[in-house]
């Protein structure tokens, strides 16, 4: 059982990263043309500049990830400019360079070059850009990979301000994609399973994932991927929150689950590790204080959410 001074040291919550965007999308200004030029002139115009993994920011304390339009273009060749929205009345647009064209800036001493991961975990920006930085890198890594019709195979061209592409070959017409991922906690009473990925960090431990599968609904991919994984069957699944991930384009779908069995069985072509921790034990590991300097994951991810939530709210949290 979970003490009072365990629960009570986790103190305040964290925002979750990439979500809560102040951007408006202004959908219907995507087939304006009138507008989208009006956007590209505005004076208060800016933009997120991304190759590939990696983002460029101005250096500071913290960095600045907004370039003007023509500060954006001096960077390197742009491959592709998609509009993300407004902030208020700004424009805000994501410029894709090559990452062989951003790795070559990481030589300027008033640029840093970083990837998102640790853009978030470290805090190098102000949370507010975390969305529309997580739109633009998703958006834009959509482009790279759809440069080509996948009907006919002729070069597609990018259109509605990067929120289409089009082929002028077979005239079909391709629109950017999220891949679901369900996260889930499996729970039994006082204990949860936690995995470890290979990818992890040494020290970390982490919710059990995976992609849903075509047909297959939330509740159903859940309960399949945790008996996979870690051969154990799971009855109820209760929705607990989602999560933009664009490594590369992610939709992470946040579950707690009821363990209806014990034994684990390692699926060891996915995972390292998988085994029951009690509540207590996930309080430490959240705070950076297990004996053996075990961690969960950090605020800026779901999985540290869901953790969370079972430690604070017990079994609950499934029912």
Same mark, same amino acid.
């Given at each position: 059982m979970?003490?009072?001074?365990?629960?009570?040291?986790? &103190?305040?919550?964290?925002?979750?990263?990439?979500t809560?965007?102040?951007? =408006?999308?202004?959908?219907? #200004?995507?087939?304006?043309?009138?507008?989208?030029?009006?956007?590209?002139?505005?004076?208060?115009?800016? #933009?997120?500049?991304?190759?590939?993994?990696?983002?460029?920011?101005?250096?500071?304390?913290?960095?600045?990830?907004?370039?003007?339009?023509?500060?954006?273009?001096?960077?390197? $060749?742009?491959?592709?400019?998609?509009f993300?929205?407004?902030? +208020?009345?700004?424009?805000?647009?994501?410029?894709?360079?090559?990452?062989?064209?951003?790795?070559?800036?990481?030589?300027?001493?008033?640029?840093?070059?970083? +990837?998102? /991961?640790?853009?978030?975990?470290?805090?190098?920006?102000?949370?507010?850009?975390?969305?529309? @930085?997580?739109?633009?890198?998703?958006?834009?890594?959509?482009?790279?990979?759809?440069?080509?019709?996948p009907?006919?195979?002729?070069?597609?061209?990018?259109?509605?301000?990067?929120?289409? !592409?089009?082929?002028?070959?077979?005239?079909?017409?391709?629109?950017? /994609?999220t891949? *679901?991922?369900?996260?889930? @906690?499996?729970?039994? &009473?006082?204990?949860?399973?936690?995995?470890? $990925? !290979?990818?992890?960090? *040494?020290?970390?431990?982490?919710? @059990?994932?995976?992609?849903?599968?075509?047909?297959?609904?939330?509740e159903?991919?859940?309960?399949?991927?945790?008996?996979?994984?870690?051969?154990?069957?799971?009855?109820?699944?209760?929705?607990?929150?989602?999560?933009?991930?664009?490594?590369? #384009?992610?939709?992470?779908?946040?579950?707690?689950?009821e363990?209806? #069995?014990?034994?684990?069985?390692v699926?060891?072509?996915?995972?390292?590790?998988?085994?029951?921790?009690? /509540? =207590?034990?996930?309080?430490?590991?959240?705070?950076?204080?297990?004996?053996?300097?075990?961690?969960?994951? *950090?605020?800026?991810?779901?999985?540290?959410?869901?953790?969370?939530?079972?430690?604070?709210?017990?079994?609950?949290?499934?029912?």
């Amino acid at each position: 059982m979970v003490t009072n001074f365990a629960i009570g040291t986790l &103190g305040p919550r964290s925002a979750l990263g990439y979500t809560a965007s102040r951007l =408006e999308r202004a959908v219907t #200004s995507r087939t304006d043309d009138a507008a989208l030029k009006r956007y590209g002139e505005h004076r208060q115009a800016a #933009s997120y500049v991304i190759g590939g993994e990696l983002v460029v920011l101005k250096a500071g304390e913290p960095c600045d990830p907004l370039f003007t339009p023509r500060e954006a273009r001096a960077l390197g $060749s742009v491959r592709e400019i998609v509009f993300l929205g407004l902030a +208020d009345t700004a424009p805000r647009f994501g410029f894709g360079l090559d990452q062989d064209a951003v790795e070559q800036l990481k030589t300027r001493n008033d640029l840093k070059i970083s +990837d998102l /991961r640790s853009i978030a975990v470290q805090g190098m920006v102000a949370a507010d850009h975390l969305p529309p @930085l997580a739109e633009a890198k998703a958006l834009l890594g959509w482009h790279a990979r759809h440069r080509f019709c996948p009907n006919c195979g002729a070069a597609t061209a990018l259109t509605q301000a990067g929120w289409r !592409r089009d082929c002028p070959s077979c005239r079909a017409e391709h629109f950017p /994609r999220t891949d *679901p991922v369900v996260i889930m @906690l499996a729970i039994s &009473g006082e204990r949860c399973v936690l995995g470890r $990925s !290979r990818r992890f960090a *040494p020290t970390m431990w982490s919710c @059990l994932a995976g992609f849903a599968e075509p047909g297959e609904s939330i509740e159903e991919a859940v309960r399949r991927e945790v008996l996979e994984e870690v051969g154990i069957a799971c009855g109820q699944v209760r929705y607990f929150a989602s999560q933009p991930w664009p490594f590369p #384009s992610s939709i992470m779908i946040g579950c707690h689950a009821e363990a209806l #069995s014990e034994t684990i069985v390692v699926d060891r072509e996915e995972l390292e590790d998988a085994r029951w921790f009690d /509540r =207590e034990e996930l309080a430490l590991m959240l705070n950076r204080q297990h004996p053996q300097g075990l961690t969960a994951p *950090p605020p800026v991810a779901i999985a540290h959410h869901i953790i969370r939530s079972y430690v604070e709210d017990g079994p609950d949290v499934v029912r």
